[in-house]
């Protein structure tokens, strides 16, 4: 077979490899977090990895908040008003993560996956995860399931489909999306990004939306990015199957994100070594503002899917 999955258990986390044995591809994912910590691909005889990645599983556990690399967030994203919200006539009061003054990056980064289903052909390597969350922050008492699968194929795509489900009396608030970091070899001031968006919404002092929208036309092309900081949301062009292309001279990274993921998020850190660029199904503090939020009905699976595309120039 041209693809294989490796399952190492040697940590109370498991840690699941898929392989490209034709083109040493590798994609790793922890069971901690369902979360993507590397993305290899053979660059000048070494694999390279183009996630900033964790030195293990523990390591994870131990620095997730520090950064929320390659985070899952869900059951909302980025920023919650001070972890505040109403809904259905009930205010609630989130407990956890908080970077004062607002609640950030979700409830279930940390969530511990179960492995239900590895699998392998000559077409592609993949393994399935689970996880219930049990409503175990009072600012989040609505139960939920959530199946994650990571899938390589050729070409070094890599695609992360998570579907959603819930058997609550009654809808239910939610948003998704991921928080991945890229180092493609060099810092961030030496690479290009592109992508499918002229609109960029207004945040106030605290990184919230304010409703408005920016006309932002500086990465339709390609723009070197030099010393741009970024932490900003942008909304993806609706009339053609978007993408986002971070590159330098020797790789392109490309993210193809799917209709559920119509935000993007770009982040550069000070240490201008990686760029966080998240896929997101809402805006920042949806819960309220109301933009790109989904109440999901019972018993019904909502999918939310993005992918990522490496090359060597």
Request: glycine share 4%; hydrophobic share 35%.
């Amino acid at each position: 077979m041209n693809f294989d999955v490796n399952v190492d258990v040697s940590s109370i986390y498991p840690v699941i490899t898929l392989k490209d044995t034709k083109t040493k591809c590798e994609a790793e994912v922890y069971a901690f977090g369902g979360l993507l910590n590397a993305f290899k691909i053979p660059l000048q005889g070494e694999l390279f990895n183009v996630i900033d990645a964790y030195s293990s599983p523990e390591d994870a556990v131990k620095n997730i908040t520090n950064g929320f690399k390659s985070a899952r967030l869900s059951p909302f994203v980025c920023r919650l008003n001070k972890g505040k919200y109403s809904f259905e006539g009930t205010d609630y009061q989130v407990e956890k993560f908080f970077l004062p003054p607002h609640a950030i990056h979700g409830i279930t980064y940390d969530a511990v996956f179960e492995v239900k289903d590895i699998f392998a052909d000559e077409h592609q390597a993949s393994v399935t995860l689970h996880h219930h969350y049990a409503g175990t922050d009072k600012g989040y008492p609505f139960t939920y399931d959530v199946t994650l699968k990571w899938k390589l194929e050729k070409d070094n795509k890599v695609t992360v489909r998570s579907a959603v489900h819930h058997s609550n009396k009654q809808s239910i608030p939610y948003a998704e999306g991921w928080h991945p970091y890229f180092n493609l070899g060099t810092d961030v001031n030496h690479c290009t990004l592109q992508f499918d968006s002229d609109i960029m919404l207004e945040f106030d002092a605290t990184l919230l939306p304010t409703g408005n929208k920016l006309k932002d036309e500086r990465f339709t092309n390609a723009a070197l990015l030099n010393d741009t900081f970024l932490d900003n949301c942008f909304e993806l062009n609706k009339t053609k199957h978007p993408k986002c292309v971070l590159a330098n001279d020797q790789l392109e990274l490309t993210l193809q994100p799917e209709s559920s993921y119509p935000y993007l998020q770009v982040y550069t850190p000070d240490h201008r070594k990686s760029i966080a660029i998240e896929n997101l199904s809402s805006v920042p503090d949806a819960f309220n503002n109301g933009i790109g939020i989904k109440f999901l009905e019972p018993h019904h699976v909502y999918n939310f899917t993005t992918s990522y595309i490496l090359k060597v120039k």
